[in-house]
């Protein structure tokens, strides 16, 4: 790496010099992106996300547009190789046939997710380099590159930089404004300003006028979302409790044909009226028994075909209630889908809805024809995508958009248009083992209730299971590898909001009027 394609040497900082040579530079850079992980579950350790400055130095004294776009690379490269290692452990769940796998994930991933860096450090480079101009370029064109990481490609929005704000959820509710990709911009303005102090374009006034302009912009977003949230406990609707079951049932044994008897009758112990939950949240009035009972992603792990007797399940649906649970489905054609059934009393299928935003590679090949892979879940067969969100009705409930796995990563498309009371995630986590991504895809799906201020039920195989109210709050949690039910009242949703009414426009606009500022200063600046 030339030193000419990093470092400027008629512009060099005191870090710049002291990091004279080239692979101490990179190593630096990506070193910041993989400590910038630590801001996140489970760590939440919010300082670490200052690492973008490092980031945000670097860019400035690129010389070229080339050394900007590598610089953004490597830092992408150490934040989501730090971020995202724990996919390994899904191919070591059956790793004969695809630990040779391994590299790939760890580092071919995060190698192509950091392209999105790349592309966004050049693109800030080009617009404006130096002082608050080159700031503000570099927040606009990575919360951007957010946005297209989490649309393009089927999409893969994980470990946004609005979750570094998951220990102080006040900052978290502004959601219902922006979304993820709002705040994200928020915090990537925050977490780079301090970069301004590493640059001898920027003057005093200038370094200090950005560092309290994003302390007011915190502080103001702030104060909005602890308003927000109420002192008490939100509002419930009367009569509906939820428990939400966690089998704790191992990846390696779930597909085992000699224990998946064993699995279903654990469903149905912990299921049983008059069984006592493990975890009881505040709000059940006395006596209430659960009226809906929810079991994760693939709990039932037998092929459901339209013949397939359920009665043996009856056991679990409460009276006049309903049983929700994932299992694989086959319709007439002989097409598998990744489902989620609504189960009545007398073991009819109320309704089913089919995942449809599959895991590439996971539940399906991309390109099948020519790639010779086999999807890790269903083996030899692709799972078929469903239509999409869907408003789905139920017994003594408010209807439900249902959500399998890492559809509930997605903002903005989780509920139909005809909107639901309540989102349901249905997840099997336990593909990831003890590792931090149960801990994300928490916080993750955690989001969705704030930014569509609806309550969410999440029941996860191995955890983390919990039901949230609007404001994100959880009401009862299981652990992860715990195995017990919790029971739960349903929160009330609340009046639509911003978010849920216009999505991402507002996150556009801002963005446009972030790049159109930088030009005007770049412009001012006479560069």
């Given at each position: 790496?030339?030193?000419?394609?990093?470092?400027?040497?008629?512009?060099?900082?005191?870090?710049?010099?002291?990091?004279?040579?080239?692979?101490?530079?990179?190593?630096?850079?990506?070193?910041?992106?993989?400590?910038?992980?630590?801001?996140?579950?489970?760590?939440?350790?919010?300082?670490?996300?200052?690492?973008?400055?490092?980031?945000?130095?670097?860019?400035?004294?690129?010389?070229?547009?080339?050394?900007?776009?590598?610089?953004?690379?490597?830092?992408?490269?150490?934040?989501?190789?730090?971020?995202?290692?724990?996919?390994?452990?899904?191919?070591?769940?059956?790793?004969?046939?695809?630990?040779?796998?391994?590299?790939?994930?760890?580092?071919?991933?995060?190698?192509?997710?950091?392209?999105?860096?790349?592309?966004?450090?050049?693109?800030?480079?080009?617009?404006?380099?130096?002082?608050?101009?080159?700031?503000?370029?570099?927040?606009?064109?990575?919360?951007?590159?957010?946005?297209?990481?989490?649309?393009?490609?089927?999409?893969?929005?994980?470990?946004?930089?609005?979750?570094?704000?998951?220990?102080?959820?006040?900052?978290?509710?502004?959601?219902?404004?922006?979304?993820?990709?709002?705040?994200?911009?928020?915090?990537?303005?925050?977490?780079?300003?301090?970069?301004?102090?590493?640059?001898?374009?920027?003057?005093?006034?200038?370094?200090?006028?950005?560092?309290?302009?994003?302390?007011?912009?915190l502080a103001g977003l702030g104060s909005w979302g602890w308003a927000r949230i109420p002192a008490g406990p939100a509002p419930v609707v009367d009569g509906a409790v939820v428990?939400?079951?966690?089998?704790?049932?191992?990846?390696?044994?779930?597909?085992?044909?000699?224990?998946?008897?064993?699995?279903?009758?654990?469903?149905?112990?912990?299921?049983?009226?008059?069984?006592?939950?493990?975890?009881?949240?505040?709000?059940?009035?006395?006596?209430?028994?659960?009226?809906?009972?929810?079991?994760?992603?693939?709990?039932?792990?037998?092929?459901?075909?339209?013949?397939?007797?359920?009665?043996?399940?009856?056991?679990?649906?409460?009276?006049?209630?309903?049983?929700?649970?994932?299992?694989?489905?086959?319709?007439?054609?002989?097409?598998?889908?990744?489902?989620?059934?609504?189960?009545?009393?007398?073991?009819?299928?109320?309704?089913?809805?089919?995942?449809?935003?599959?895991?590439?590679?996971?539940?399906?090949?991309?390109?099948?024809?020519?790639?010779?892979?086999?999807?890790?879940?269903?083996?030899?067969?692709?799972?078929?995508?469903?239509?999409?969100?869907?408003?789905?009705?139920?017994?003594?409930?408010?209807?439900?958009?249902?959500?399998?796995?890492?559809?509930?990563?997605?903002?903005?498309?989780?509920?139909?248009?005809?909107?639901?009371?309540?989102?349901?995630?249905?997840?099997?986590?336990?593909?990831?083992?003890?590792?931090?991504?149960?801990?994300?895809?928490?916080?993750?799906?955690?989001?969705?209730?704030?930014?569509?201020?609806?309550?969410?039920?999440?029941?996860?195989?191995?955890?983390?299971?919990?039901?949230?109210?609007?404001?994100?709050?959880?009401?009862?949690?299981?652990?992860?590898?715990?195995?017990?039910?919790?029971?739960?009242?349903?929160?009330?949703?609340?009046?639509?909001?911003?978010?849920?009414?216009?999505?991402?426009?507002?996150?556009?606009?801002?963005?446009?009027?972030?790049?159109?500022?930088?030009?005007?200063?770049?412009?001012?600046?006479?560069?």
């Amino acid at each position: 790496m030339p030193p000419s394609d990093v470092a400027s040497g008629r512009r060099r900082s005191g870090l710049g010099a002291a990091l004279a040579r080239p692979w101490l530079r990179a190593l630096a850079v990506a070193g910041a992106g993989a400590v910038a992980v630590a801001a996140f579950p489970p760590v939440g350790a919010i300082p670490a996300f200052f690492g973008v400055a490092v980031l945000a130095w670097a860019v400035r004294v690129a010389e070229t547009g080339r050394g900007a776009a590598l610089a953004g690379w490597l830092w992408g490269f150490g934040f989501h190789v730090a971020g995202l290692y724990w996919i390994a452990n899904a191919l070591l769940v059956d790793g004969a046939r695809y630990g040779w796998l391994i590299p790939f994930a760890v580092a071919g991933l995060p190698a192509v997710l950091a392209l999105f860096t790349a592309v966004a450090a050049w693109a800030a480079r080009r617009l404006a380099r130096d002082g608050v101009a080159g700031w503000l370029a570099l927040a606009a064109a990575l919360a951007l590159a957010e946005w297209l990481r989490g649309h393009l490609f089927t999409g893969f929005p994980w470990n946004l930089p609005v979750h570094v704000w998951e220990p102080l959820p006040a900052l978290l509710q502004p959601a219902a404004l922006v979304g993820a990709y709002g705040v994200s911009l928020v915090t990537l303005l925050v977490a780079a300003v301090p970069a301004l102090w590493l640059d001898p374009a920027a003057g005093r006034r200038a370094r200090w006028s950005a560092a309290a302009a994003c302390a007011a912009l915190l502080a103001g977003l702030g104060s909005w979302g602890w308003a927000r949230i109420p002192a008490g406990p939100a509002p419930v609707v009367d009569g509906a409790v939820v428990r939400v079951v966690q089998g704790n049932v191992a990846q390696r044994d779930k597909w085992n044909p000699t224990l998946k008897p064993r699995h279903v009758l654990r469903y149905l112990s912990l299921s049983a009226a008059g069984a006592p939950p493990t975890v009881r949240a505040d709000g059940i009035a006395p006596g209430a028994a659960p009226t809906l009972v929810v079991w994760p992603e693939t709990a039932v792990a037998y092929l459901i075909g339209p013949d397939t007797p359920l009665t043996g399940l009856a056991g679990a649906v409460p009276p006049g209630g309903t049983l929700l649970f994932g299992a694989p489905r086959e319709d007439a054609e002989g097409r598998v889908y990744n489902s989620v059934l609504a189960m009545a009393a007398d073991g009819s299928t109320r309704w089913s809805y089919d995942k449809a935003h599959l895991v590439p590679f996971g539940e399906y090949v991309p390109l099948r024809s020519v790639l010779p892979l086999e999807p890790i879940v269903q083996g030899s067969r692709d799972f078929t995508p469903g239509p999409g969100p869907q408003t789905l009705a139920l017994p003594a409930a408010p209807p439900v958009s249902p959500l399998v796995c890492y559809e509930a990563i997605f903002p903005g498309a989780v509920a139909a248009a005809g909107r639901p009371g309540w989102l349901l995630n249905l997840t099997n986590d336990a593909w990831y083992g003890r590792s931090s991504g149960p801990y994300q895809h928490l916080a993750i799906t955690r989001l969705r209730a704030i930014e569509e201020g609806l309550p969410i039920v999440r029941a996860a195989n191995t955890g983390i299971s919990f039901v949230a109210d609007p404001y994100g709050r959880s009401l009862a949690m299981l652990g992860l590898g715990e195995a017990g039910s919790l029971d739960a009242p349903l929160p009330r949703a609340l009046p639509p909001t911003l978010y849920s009414r216009i999505g991402d426009l507002g996150f556009l606009l801002a963005v446009g009027l972030l790049i159109a500022l930088a030009r005007i200063g770049r412009v001012g600046g006479g560069e």
